[in-house]
C-alpha cells in the first residue's frame, strides 16, 4: 500500500483530500504545518506528498526543498495560489504536479496515481525507438531507464521523476521537433494541463545537462513548434550545421 502524506493547514480539506484518498486504497498521514510535514516524512518517509503552499511555521515551498534534502519524493503542489507565478515556483523546487483549489478531489486522486505511477515505472512512455534494456548514451549523456538512473560525464544526475522522463524521452526521440503539448501527453500522459509546467520542466532540465543552460546546445527552441534534442557529433561538436536554431528562450 502506497503512503502519501497530505499536507494542508485547512482541517476540511485536508479531511476531504484524505478521505479521498483513503478509499482509492492508499494509507493516508495529514500534517497540518511545516515543522510537522518535515518531521513527519523523515520519520516515516512517504510514496508521495499532496503539500499546500500557504502553511504556517514553514511555507510549502521550502517543506519541498527539505524533503528533497532525504532523498527524491513525488510531491504535487494544492494551493489556493492560481498566479503562473505561484505555480512556476512550485515547479521549480521540483514539485512533480500543481493543483489549484478548489480542485475536483476525484482528479486529485487520478493525478496521485499517475505521479505514482510514473515514479515506479521501469520506464517513461512516449517515443518509439530505443528500447528499455539497457542504457542510451547521447555524447555526454547517458540514462538507464530500467534502473531510472542519468548521468553526464559520468557523474549522477538529481533529476526528479519529470526531468529524467523528460530526458529519457529526447534521448529516444533525437532531432524531432516536438510540441509542448505532444511532450504533456507523451512523457506526463495528460490530455490536457498546464503547458507552463513543460515550459519549466525544460528550463530545469537544460540547467543540468547544458554547459550554459543560457544557450542551449543539446535541447534547442523550435519557434513555433517546441522542443528538439540535438545530439552532440561523435567528436564532441554539436550537430548545428544544418539545423536553423532559436536563442533557446523558453516560450
Known sequence: MKRVLVVDDDPTVAEVVAGYLDRAGFAVDVAADGPTAVARASTRPPDLVVLDLMLPGMDGLEVCRRMRQDGPVPVIMLTARGDEEDRILGLEVGADDYVTKPFSPRELVLRVESVLRRAGAS??????????????????????????????????????????????FFLRNPGRATSREDLMREVWGWEFGDLSTVTVHVRRLREKIEDDPARPRLISTVWGVGYRFDPPEPDGTDNKATSHRGAGRDR
Do not use: K
Open 123 to 168: 520506464s517513461p512512455t512516449g517515443g518509439g525507438g530505443g528500447s528499455t534494456a539497457g542504457w542510451l548514451h547521447s555524447g555526454p549523456l547517458s540514462v538507464d531507464p530500467t534502473a531510472r538512473r542519468a548521468t553526464r560525464h559520468g557523474t549522477e544526475l538529481p533529476l526528479t521523476i519529470r526531468e529524467f522522463d523528460l530526458l529519457t
